[in-house]
Antibody
Framework: QVTLKESGPGILQPSQTLSLTCTFS??????????VGWIRQPSGKGLEWLAN???????YYNPSLKNRLTISKDTSNNQAFLKITNVDTADTATYYC???????????????????WGQGVMVTVSS | EIVLTQSPTTMAASPGEKVTLTCRAS?????MHWYQQRSGASPKLWIY???KLASGVPNRFSGSGSGTSYSLTINSMETEDAATYYC?????????FGSGTKLEIK
């Protein structure tokens, strides 16, 4: 059974660094083809992909966040992390982590999608 | 960046009615994926690789499309299908989602 759960500070002030943790079970990030992604959703709005990390430590980021993101993992403890520096009120949202599944051929990823999601953690940026 | 445009933005359907939601991509993608999000809940994978139903999804749902045009169809609307549906492309980075279609029951 695959489960993911996000944790974070709840509230932080503008210009601070947001640190989020995703603790998961039912799969391993050391297994070929496995990945975890972070997605956020401001209240009443749509989904925005932030970053992915893969089993081989390959990382991808949404360029719209302009180098503010850092994704990492702790394979032995089944955790993934996301840091967002210099937060602003626009970063107020529910943050989700999700397991990534892929369709691949000849070891080339054709497409990827999020097959299991955490419950989300609300983060508010306010002075 | 591949922009996904969903239509309609909102719609209401009566029980038993056939519903079609559309997602258009600004560039060709190999597959489209769909998520259902009920109010106050996390998104759930609903349809993946354009036409495959995720585990537990009723077979009144179907997905189709290719290139830049994709759709999700509900053969016969039920009350429990009221939710927001998002499409997502995983063909190229940055991964992108559509802005969603809010489907309500009449």
């Amino acid at each position: 059974q695959v489960t993911l759960k996000e944790s974070g500070p709840g509230i932080l002030q503008p210009s601070q660094t947001l640190s989020l943790t995703c603790t998961f079970s039912g799969f391993s990030l050391s297994t070929y083809g496995m990945g975890v992604g972070w997605i956020r959703q401001p209240s009443g709005k749509g989904l925005e992909w932030l970053a992915n990390i893969w089993w081989d430590d390959d990382k991808y980021y949404n360029p719209s966040l302009k180098n503010r993101l850092t994704i990492s993992k702790d394979t032995s403890n089944n955790q993934a992390f996301l840091k967002i520096t210099n937060v602003d009120t626009a970063d107020t949202a529910t943050y989700y982590c999700a397991r990534i599944d892929i369709l691949s051929t000849m070891m080339v990823i054709i497409t990827s999608f999020f097959d299991y999601w955490g419950q989300g953690v609300m983060v508010t940026v306010s002075s | 960046e591949i922009v996904l445009t969903q239509s309609p933005t909102t719609m209401a359907a009566s029980p038993g009615e056939k519903v079609t939601l559309t997602c258009r991509a600004s560039s060709s993608v190999s597959y489209m994926h769909w998520y259902q999000q009920r109010s106050g809940a996390s998104p759930k994978l609903w349809i993946y690789e354009t036409s495959k139903l995720a585990s537990g999804v009723p077979n009144r749902f179907s997905g189709s499309g290719s290139g830049t045009s994709y759709s999700l169809t509900i053969n016969s609307m039920e009350t429990e299908d009221a939710a927001t549906y998002y499409c997502q492309q995983g063909s190229s980075y940055p991964l992108t989602f559509g802005s969603g279609t809010k489907l309500e029951i009449k």
